[in-house]
């Protein structure tokens, strides 16, 4: 079973930056998609990032493109996510999870409790 804890979430100001992490453990991590989604309160769940186990290969939502990246250091089974350029609409609680559907972002099946990132003035 996969378990996955999230950190590095905070308040920032707009424009700034933010990293999360992502600690994973369990089996056969290596055949999993991980990725990130969002919930804003009163708002449903927005998948955002996926990196794909298979090739590497990183997907993205429109919301965040160009402006978050996704890595993995798999010798530490961390997921990241860099974010720049933080808006006032990136406020929301960030789960790390584990992603069926990588390239469309959806099909999570497991994730953590979540990091709140605020971005405020």
């Known amino acids: 079973q996969v378990q996955l804890v999230e950190s590095g979430g905070g308040l920032v100001q707009p424009g700034g930056s933010l990293r999360l992490s992502c600690a994973a453990s369990?089996?056969?991590?290596?055949?999993?998609?991980l990725g990130w989604f969002r919930q804003a309160p009163g708002k449903e769940r927005e998948g955002i990032s996926c990196?794909?186990?298979?090739?590497?290969?990183?997907y993205y939502s429109d919301s965040v493109k160009g402006r978050f990246t996704i890595s993995r250091d798999n010798a530490k089974n961390m997921v990241y996510l860099q974010m720049n350029s933080l808006k006032p609409e990136d406020t929301a609680v960030y789960y790390c999870a584990t992603f069926r559907l990588c390239v469309v972002l959806r099909g999570m099946d497991r994730w953590g409790k979540g990091t709140l990132v605020t971005v405020s003035s």
């Open positions: 990196l794909s186990n298979s090739d590497g290969s990183t």
């Open positions: 369990g089996s056969d991590l290596d055949y999993l998609a």
